[in-house]
Structures are given as structure tokens and as C-alpha cells.
């Protein structure tokens, strides 16, 4: 059935992949499958269409037994309340990035067809990403609201927000969605190393956009090119001065090797990263001298930036973000803080939450602590954890 399904998907639009399910329910055994994919702050999980079934309501994702699958990346069977069956709800994964949940109902559910139904979470997955890639119908179903020039352009850029494999996990997340203005983050593994980093380029207009968008751009041609994290950020510089000579943006660039934990690290005008280790920040791990944002080559044309190095231990996380994190301030004034945002994640995290979910309620957290519910300076963090020792085809931590 599996392989069949696989043979349809190549000339099927998206809104096809309803239908295309339903002519497999007798083979599965099963009464209705439901896609619900989670919008893009990560507020509600979205029903996908189903031009031959009633609408479904849009699910919270505080709340709810599908939010809780999607918050703890976790399968759970519940009984129906209205028929006489179950359902089953199941993550939808792309590799440790969480796309959404699978509602399959059904009479029962043995350990075969759990195994199906799991196959089957995983097809679907890879079909609505490969969709996704010509097709803005799962896009726009996952936006609330019309988004920004300046973030379109910004999130056409950006990475999966979760990657990872059995040495390292990074997890980012960035506000306010639908109007960023130069804030970018950018996570990638390539020949054992993990490059990790984030951006704020001044301004929050257009130009900002293009000046975050050509220094991602450069960073990843310059490590394609196989270029060590010196000569990327000069690249960056030099990119981003030539481009847009009135514009400059702060950053840090990292380089992690996945087989030692050797940590190397670059900061260009932007704020310190943290080091977690156990239960508490390291003080003043990774703090150094200030150095100038990038694209000011003009101004100082010998100008070199210092890469700096620290032996990371397995378990330990490192943080980047913008200031936009630690300004953020409620109407009294009160600002949210570097403490106040790390022990919020050093707490979940320890109550045995995923990264992505601690940085999901971090970043509701934030919103909320604003009242306003959005932020008057774009907030970024990436989260990333060294976990060398974890068994294969277990789940760190930070999974």
C-alpha cells in the first residue's frame, strides 16, 4: 500500500493528497485520516482541506491531545467521543523538525498496524514537503495573517527551524513572524561540523531584509566552498559592505566539530552566546572583547575579526540570539533580561522538555511578557546541544 501510495505522489497537486489517502482507508483499516500542520508561531495546529469531508476546526496547540503529541513529539490513542473507535495521534517529523500531527481513526489498533500508521506519518511528512517546495497551498494555510515583503523575503532563506543527528541538535526560533525585519538565524551540518549563527542587520525595512539575506547567502557559499569560519566572515564582511555600503549587521558565527566538541566562534558586534552546562550558565564563557558588525570593511579596510575557541563538554548547550530577546519589556517596563530568558530554558529543558518545544513557550513567554503580544525589535535564538554520547536511535535531550 505504502509503495503504491509512493507511485501516485509524483503527478499529485497537494490538495490531491486527501482524496489519494481515502482510496487506501480499506487497506489500512482505517475510517479517516486527518493532516493538521502547525502554523507558523506555533499557536494552532491547521486542518489540510478535505474537499470530501466536513471542515475540521483548527486545534490549539496548549490544550489539546494533538497539541500534546505535537509539544512532546509523542504518540497517543484516545477514544472517540462521538463514534464507537479510536484515534491515534502522530507526530509529523522531518528528521527532528516537527511539521504537524497525523489523526488517524480507527476501530482498534494493533502493533502491525501502529507500525503502518507510523510509515505512514512518515510518507506524509516527506510528501507535504516536497509539495511545499512548488505549492504555496500548505504555506498560506499555515499563515494567521499576511506577512511582510521583508519577512517573505527572510524566511525564504532560512533553514528548518530543528536539525540534528545522534551528535548534536540545534533549534531555533525567531519574532515577530510575520513582520521581520533584519534578524536571520542559520544552522547547517557539513563534512562533521555544525555552523550555527545568528544575524541582525540594521534597520527594519527592506534593505535590512537584503543586507540578512545576502549575509546568510555568503555564509553558506563561503562553507560550501569549504572556507574555515575566518575567511567566511571576511567574505560576509566584504558582501555586505559592497552591496550595501550605508548598512552593516552584527553577528555570531560558530563552528562546532561533532567528533571533539571543539567550539570555535566569531563576534561581530552582536551579544555574547551563553554556555549552559548542567543546570546553570556558565559565567562569562564566551564573552570577549567588542568587535565591529559586519560590512564596515570600508571602514577599516586591514580590519580582521578574532576567532575564539572553548572545549565543549557532551550535554553542554550553547546559545545565540539577538538583543531583541533580552530588550523585550512589559508596558511597567520590566525587561525580560538574559537571566530571565535562560533559566526559563534551563527549567524546561530539565522537566524534560524538547528544545524546540522549550524555545516554542519561550518565545510565547516573551510575546506574553510584552502584553502587546508583538515586539518592537525582532528576537532570535538559536539553541544548539553537543550529545556525542547518545545511543543511535535514541532521542537526546534536545530532541
Given amino acids: 500500500m505504502l509503495g503504491r501510495l509512493l507511485r501516485q505522489i509524483h503527478d499529485m497537486a497537494p490538495t490531491d493528497l486527501p482524496e489519494v489517502l481515502r482510496g487506501h482507508y480499506p487497506a489500512l483499516g482505517v475510517t479517516r485520516l486527518t493532516m493538521y500542520l502547525a502554523d507558523l508561531q506555533e499557536n494552532v495546529l491547521v486542518a489540510m482541506p478535505d474537499a470530501q469531508a466536513a471542515p475540521c476546526d483548527d486545534l490549539p496547540i496548549e490544550g489539546t491531545q494533538a497539541g500534546w503529541t505535537y509539544r512532546s513529539v509523542s504518540p497517543r490513542i484516545t477514544a472517540d467521543e462521538d463514534e464507537d473507535g479510536l484515534t ?41 514537503l516536497d509539495k511545499a517546495a512548488y505549492s504555496d497551498n500548505y504555506a498560506t494555510a499555515m499563515r494567521a495573517r499576511p506577512m511582510s515583503l521583508p519577512a517573505e523575503m527572510v524566511w525564504a532563506f532560512l ?13 531555533a526560533v525567531l519574532e515577530p513572524a510575520y513582520e521581520l525585519g533584519g534578524d536571520a538565524f542559520e544552522h547547517g551540518i557539513i563534512d562533521g561540523f555544525l555552523h550555527a549563527a545568528v544575524f541582525d542587520a540594521m534597520g527594519h525595512d527592506l534593505q535590512a531584509g537584503l543586507t540578512s539575506s545576502v549575509a546568510l547567502a555568503v555564509s553558506r557559499n563561503a562553507r560550501r566552498r569549504g572556507a574555515g569560519l575566518a575567511d567566511t566572515v ?74 575564539h575557541h572553548i572545549q565543549l563538554e557532551p550535554g553542554d548547550r550553547v546559545l545565540l540570539h539577538t538583543d531583541g530577546v533580552t530588550d523585550a519589556r512589559s508596558h ?29 513557550r519561550l518565545m510565547h513567554t516573551l510575546l506574553a511578557h510584552k ?8 528576537a532570535t535564538i538559536v539553541l544548539f546541544e553537543w550529545h556525542p554520547a547518545a545511543p543511535p536511535g535514541t532521542r537526546p535531550s534536545g530532541v
Fill in 234 to 307: 571576511h567574505a560576509v564582511d566584504r558582501a555586505v559592505s559592497d552591496a550595501f555600503p550605508d548598512r552593516y549587521a552584527t553577528a555570531v558565527l560558530t563552528y562546532l566539530d561533532l567528533i571533539t566538541g571543539h567550539l570555535t566562534w566569531t563576534n561581530c558586534g552582536h551579544p555574547a552566546p551563553l554556555l549552559i552546562r548542567g543546570a546553570e550558565v556558565v559565567p562569562a564563557a564566551m564573552e570577549s572583547a567588542s568587535e565591529l558588525p559586519l560590512g564596515l570593511s570600508a571602514v577599516g579596510p586591514d580590519m580582521t575579526h578574532t576567532v
Fill in 159 to 171: 533553514p528548518p527551524r530543528t536539525i540534528g543527528t545522534g551528535q548534536v541538535t540545534s533549534s
Fill in 371 to 378: 502584553q502587546i503580544g508583538q515586539l518592537t525589535d525582532d
Fill in 88 to 128: 491515534l495521534w502522530l507526530p509529523l517529523l522531518d528528521g527532528v523538525e516537527r511539521v504537524g500531527v497525523l489523526q488517524v481513526q480507527a476501530p482498534s489498533f494493533d502493533k502491525p498496524m501502529m507500525m503502518v500508521c507510523h510509515s505512514l506519518a512518515s510518507l506524509i511528512t516527506l510528501i507535504v
Fill in 332 to 360: 511597567a517596563g520590566e525587561r525580560f533580561g538574559e537571566g530571565g530568558f535562560a533559566e526559563f530554558i534551563i527549567r524546561a529543558m530539565a522537566a524534560g522538555e524538547p528544545a524546540p518545544e522549550a524555545l516554542r
